[in-house]
């Protein structure tokens, strides 16, 4: 009797540890995890090696992607539009930056729904992230730098808190 219930609590730890550990990757970093394109053209492939044919080119330096999966040297990432496909890791940088995916957003001076209007910023724009609460990040654009909140963009997870 003794055994049984010596067994059965370690199955139902297993399974426990097995649902409520955070995916890792082969490098030991999280998965899925953010970063960021190097350069302003990127080969999207179809799979992990030169010898997949490229699927997409991506264009914009600094872009926003999804690592979900890694193979040696190449990352299969998602980008802002759904895409998947795989980019060797030279050509991507952890530096964090977000796109504007829908319509124009608000830029605010202080993270909240009442605070001044500093900017409406456009459809495909790139920002730095420089800092997430829960519910708001401070992004630096091209010209300006204000808080938004998550939702309004690509490149940060919902509650996530960053710096």
Known sequence: MKYLNYRSLLTIFLIFSLTTLKAMAQTGLPLPRFVSLKSEKVNLRHGPGKRYPIKWILVY????????????????????????GWIKKTLLSGQRWVIIRKGSQTLRRSRRTDSRIIAKIGKKVIGKLKKCTISWCRIQFPRYTGWMRHNQLWGVYPSEKYK
């Open 61 to 84: 330096k600094h872009m926003p992607v999804e690592i979900i999966a890694e193979y040696k040297d190449w990352r299969k990432v998602r980008e802002w539009q759904g895409s998947i």
